[in-house]
């Protein structure tokens, strides 16, 4: 913000604005890892975006809202890989001795495990799906 660009600034504004909207709604539960699910959410939306711009040819529009996810991304908490939500998987699975039946048991101890914002809710469930098929 010091370097006066105005396209950045702009951009981290308004997901300041909206982690503090966020805060101000729910102050004993507000924490980093919801902050981080803030911008998670921004990106997601400005990829969107992008796409549907990108869909009724506005061109110019969705490379703005590509820089912007771009600029996001980089405060982003590093995701899990896909080996690691394996690796974790596999333990909760070792301590519950789940079926497949047992999904919704496996995602929440999954889940109690592991920060929110640093995973891909999809694929983990994709992968649980994937390790529970294996047994």
Do not use: C, W
């Amino acid at each position: 913000m010091k370097a006066k660009n105005t396209f950045e600034s702009t951009v981290i504004r308004s997901v300041i604005a909206q982690i503090m909207n966020e805060e101000k709604a729910n102050p004993d539960a507000f924490n980093e890892s919801k902050a981080a699910s803030i911008i998670r959410k921004a990106v997601l939306q400005r990829e969107d975006s992008s796409k549907q711009y990108k869909s009724h040819g506005r061109d110019d529009l969705a490379e703005t809202e590509i820089k912007e996810k771009d600029l996001l991304v980089k405060y982003l908490p590093a995701q899990l890989d896909q080996s690691q939500i394996d690796e974790r998987l596999r333990a909760v699975l070792a301590t519950l001795g789940a079926s497949r039946s047992h999904l919704g048991m496996v995602l929440k101890a999954f889940f109690e495990t592991v920060d929110k914002s640093t995973v891909d809710g999809q694929l983990v469930s994709t992968r649980a799906k994937a390790l529970m098929a294996e047994k």
